[in-house]
């Protein structure tokens, strides 16, 4: 059930439902906080799910929300994480929304490389970045790694470069045919021309 939540976006959703808002009712706002931030509390105490959270709040308002404990169902305990994020300055709650929004699974994405759209860019290593990826007409999300031919690495010249392609390909080829429980799937490998 957690998966499907997160892949429909239902963090993003909560999420969004915590920052302060300008209404008559003070404490309706606070209330409807107070259940969101326990909404996430929840969804936080599965292992898997922590990553994402650690990248929506600052990190005192992540101690706070931290030490409130897992499965906490009573919701005063949830109004001292309420009262902290309401009183932060404007530049700190505009962080907190720019974070909110980079979970948004519904976001265009910010570039395409070949049939896939770029969400998100998950990390970088010597060789090239890895992004998080949809196809332009699916819905699964997939992680696509990006190698950075033009690296020195690879050679100095064009000759080097494809000479290193050549290796590069036959090293796929031979991970598409490994057995390994971290990779699911190994399924196309291509040659793109360089962003702009």
Not at 28 to 55: I, V
């Amino acid at each position: 059930m957690a998966p499907l939540f997160f892949q429909e976006n239902g963090v993003y959703t909560i999420a969004k439902l915590i920052l302060p808002h300008k209404q008559k009712n003070a404490a309706k706002t606070n209330l409807l906080q107070c259940y969101a931030f326990r909404a996430l509390r929840f969804l936080f105490s599965m292992e898997r799910n922590r990553p994402l959270f650690k990248r929506l709040f600052p990190t005192d308002l992540f101690e706070i929300f931290i030490d409130i404990g897992h499965y906490v169902r009573d919701i005063s305990a949830y109004e001292k994480l309420v009262s902290k994020l309401n009183v932060l300055v404007e530049d700190e709650l505009k962080q907190i929304a720019e974070n909110i929004e980079s979970i948004n699974q519904n976001k265009a994405p910010s570039k395409y490389i070949g049939n896939y759209a770029i969400l998100d860019h998950l990390g970088s290593g010597a060789f090239g970045c890895v992004y998080k990826v949809r196809k332009r007409s699916g819905q699964n999300l997939l992680a696509m790694k990006e190698v950075n031919l033009h690296n020195p690495a690879f050679g100095k010249d064009k000759k080097d470069r494809d000479s290193s392609v050549k290796n590069i390909v036959s090293e796929l080829t031979i991970i598409k045919e490994q057995v390994n429980v971290f990779l699911v799937a190994k399924d196309v490998f291509f040659k793109s021309t360089p962003l702009k």
